[in-house]
């Protein structure tokens, strides 16, 4: 006969866990959840049901998800200029997610993010662009002409003073070490993922 291990009793002070995650695609909530002392399987369930209906219930009463750090949301102007894509040569039509490590025709990367925004800035008469999305979605990850180039966008028509939508596109990039720690350095390529539709650029919000 196996001897039971005696049952300790374990209160919320003597054993806590808190941790962050996000949930959501097009609303994307940022949550914090702390447990404490014992639950099973059904009682976190409950809870995390109980979250979701919660946070189903905001969006259907018109509220949207805040970004940790960022500021109340703003619903983006709707224009109604095209988006600037390159019309003297065909776009070539969506590739398939590479393998890791590297991309056919572009080179070896380190890794990759879904992209969400495309946003440009101007410092002495030169376009500057990043790429935002994943877990670089307030400051962004450097991308040159070149690679949007490449991406099917036609760069000359890009404004640095519209933030543009990457809709179905995957960033990937390549670190460097600065000060002892790994950083990302700059997006190499974009490619769009997205299931059906030729790779046809961005569109501005």
């Known amino acids: 006969m196996t001897d039971q291990l005696p049952e300790v009793e374990v209160s919320t002070e003597a054993a806590s ?3 962050y995650w996000t949930i959501g695609h097009e609303e994307l909530f940022n949550l914090q959840t702390t447990v404490r002392g014992v639950l099973d399987a059904e ?30 949301y703003t619903k983006p102007a709707v224009l ?23 991309i056919e025709g572009v080179g070896t ?9 495309l946003v440009g800035s101007s410092t002495g008469g030169k376009n500057y662009w990043k790429v935002k999305g994943g877990r670089f979605t307030k400051f962004g990850v450097t991308i040159w002409p ?44 974009l490619r769009q993922v997205q299931v059906g539709g030729p790779a046809v650029g961005v569109m501005p919000y």
């Open 17 to 19: 866990t808190n941790f």
């Open 43 to 72: 009682q976190v369930s409950a809870h995390l049901s109980t979250v979701i209906s919660a946070l189903k219930e905001v969006v259907a009463h018109g509220g949207h998800a805040k970004q940790v750090g960022a500021s109340a």
């Open 80 to 102: 109604s200029d095209t988006p600037p894509t390159i019309t003297t040569e065909a776009v070539p039509e969506a590739e398939p997610v590479p393998e890791r490590v590297h």
């Open 109 to 117: 990367y380190d890794d990759e993010f879904e992209a969400v925004e």
């Open 146 to 189: 070149e690679a949007l180039k490449a991406a099917g966008f036609a760069v000359d028509k890009l404004d640095v003073s519209k933030t543009y939508r990457l809709d179905g596109y995957v960033a990937y990039y390549i670190t460097t070490e600065k000060d002892g720690k790994v950083v990302p350095d700059k997006v190499i390529a």
